[in-house]
């Protein structure tokens, strides 16, 4: 039978775009739905606009320091309509480059939302029209989850975050995943009086501890109030604005915003999966074998719709490898291993391979190295920070099997330090290495003497 395409792909995020341009450049009849704007999570609601977030917030950190550093700094002022606007051009250009790509590859842009009828027809949703294609690529992300409890309906989403009319006084968060401690960091460092509530006995779950206890720390100097083991039972919206009733004998805690980041879930919903014979996990996640290929074999998925790790660059290395695989006829996996991870938190954090208490479980005996110690910089100022570095190293190999570090830089640090981690490097390797003199980044070559803990240090 002769289809329209040869490939439909249902998604025009980082996975999506990518996928659909390589299939496209191969010389494949290619079109991609997307419901919404072009660009996906990652440049219109996720990384992108994050970071410029992020970057504005830390503006008050650097006039701090800039006054320790001898300059008279005036008055500042934070003008959030003007960031929005400037935010919004930036996106709106982004989202226009990949537009751009997907147009020279030469694949088909359709703006609509996408539900499969069966294993090789697509409905355009408002279109009154199907198409169908040779294969499909599911590649629809994520979206946030919300909680139901009384008031939910008055709190705000990343989603809404990135839009607010104008910047509250205060904020209460309710979440202590990364997306959680970001926006807690974010608002803290535009001046707005910022609450993170989270249920878990620390910010950052599966995260090195040493890690989640480090964070937690120096956000609380820099100013955010974190209330852990507790959540909230119900918002009541007062004249003073949104009353949070939290769990576990809290105090309520009344906020100009309350956003929730508790969670996001696989967009799978209503998209015909049952129809088209894919099959998802209990969560909603579609089921996947190493080639992404799904449950129907004409169809693959990729991407946070796999929650796999959901990361930007992971659903661009997935959609490499299909390309490879189904249009290259190269069959290639992607190694889900050692995948380094940043949290944009201020200070950020920067991680690459197993958390101490992971490896310990998979490897047995590990040695660490650790060090804690202020910056230069922070030092020179007078600033109470502190930046936290550690190794995890497999006792057995001598193989360096996680870096962690939360301090100014981590982020840039570990992506070349993921490399070496990949490669397999040794703590022997590692050690050859010659320190770059004065940065931070050299303490992490420098790490001679195996940590032990306190208690079993006096233990003997
Ligand atoms: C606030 C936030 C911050 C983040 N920060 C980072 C970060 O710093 N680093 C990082 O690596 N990752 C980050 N992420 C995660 C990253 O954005 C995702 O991992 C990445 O975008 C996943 O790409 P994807 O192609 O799987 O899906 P997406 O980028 O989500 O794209 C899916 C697209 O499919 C469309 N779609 C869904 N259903 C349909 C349908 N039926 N028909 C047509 N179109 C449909 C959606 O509108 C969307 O545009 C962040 C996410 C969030 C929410």
Not at 137 to 161: H, K, M, N, Q, Y
Not at 170 to 184: M, N, Q, R, T
Not at 319 to 343: G, I, M, R, S, W
Request: include cysteine; aromatic fraction near 8%.
């Amino acid at each position: 039978m002769a289809y329209d395409y040869d490939l439909f792909v249902i998604g025009a995020g980082s996975g999506g775009v990518r996928a659909a341009r390589l299939a496209a450049m191969s010389g494949a009849r290619v079109a991609v739905a997307e419901a919404d704007r072009v660009g996906g999570t990652c440049v219109i609601r996720g990384c992108v606009p994050k970071k410029f977030m992020v970057y504005a917030s830390e503006f008050s950190h650097a006039f701090e320091d800039a006054r320790g550093f001898g300059w008279d700094v005036g008055e500042t002022r934070f003008d959030w309509a003007r960031f929005l606007a400037r935010k919004d051009d930036e996106i709106a250009r982004l989202s226009g480059i990949y537009t751009t790509n997907l147009q020279k590859a030469g694949a088909d842009m359709i703006h609509a939302r996408a539900i499969l009828k069966d294993a090789h027809t697509i409905e355009l949703e408002g279109k009154d029209q199907t198409v169908t294609a040779d294969k499909i690529l599911i590649a629809t992300g994520g979206r946030v989850w919300r909680p139901d409890f009384p008031g939910a309906e008055f709190c705000i989403t990343s989603d809404e975050a990135f839009h607010l009319k104008q910047l509250p006084k205060s904020i209460l968060i309710a979440g202590g995943g990364y997306i959680a401690v970001e926006f807690a960091g974010i608002f803290a460092g535009l001046g707005v009086e910022t609450t993170l509530v989270y249920r878990g006995p620390n910010i950052l779950r599966g995260f090195d501890e040493d890690i989640r206890v480090h964070l937690a720390d120096e956000m609380e100097k820099r100013g955010v109030r974190i209330i852990l083991g507790s959540q909230h039972d119900k918002i009541e919206k007062t004249e003073h604005g949104l009353k949070s009733h939290l769990t576990h004998g809290q105090m309520p805690c009344t906020t100009d915003q309350v956003m929730l980041a508790v969670g996001r879930r696989a967009w799978t919903e209503g998209l015909g999966l049952e129809a088209a014979g894919v099959k998802t996990n209990e969560d909603g996640t579609v089921v996947v074998d190493d080639f992404s290929q799904t449950s129907q074999p004409n169809i693959w998925a990729i991407g946070d719709v796999t929650g796999r790790i959901n990361l930007t660059p992971v659903a661009i290395r997935e959609a490499v490898a299909f390309a490879e695989t189904v249009f290259k006829n190269n069959p290639t996996t992607y190694d889900h291993d050692t995948v380094p991870t940043a949290v944009f938190s201020q200070p950020p954090v920067g991680t690459v391979g197993l958390s101490e208490a992971d490896a310990r479980k998979s490897l047995g005996q590990v040695d660490i190295y650790q060090t804690k110690f202020r910056p230069m910089k922070v030092t020179f100022q007078g600033r109470d920070e502190r930046t936290f570095m550690k190794l995890v190293v497999c006792a057995k190999t001598d193989k360096v099997v996680g870096v962690h570090i939360v301090g100014p830089d981590a982020p840039e640090m570990i992506q070349l330090a993921a490399i070496a981690v990949k490669m397999g490097v040794t703590k022997a390797q590692w050690d050859t290495t010659t320190a770059l003199h004065p940065t931070a980044a050299e303490e992490l070559v420098t790490l001679r003497e195996k940590y032990v803990p306190h208690e079993l240090a006096a233990a003997g």
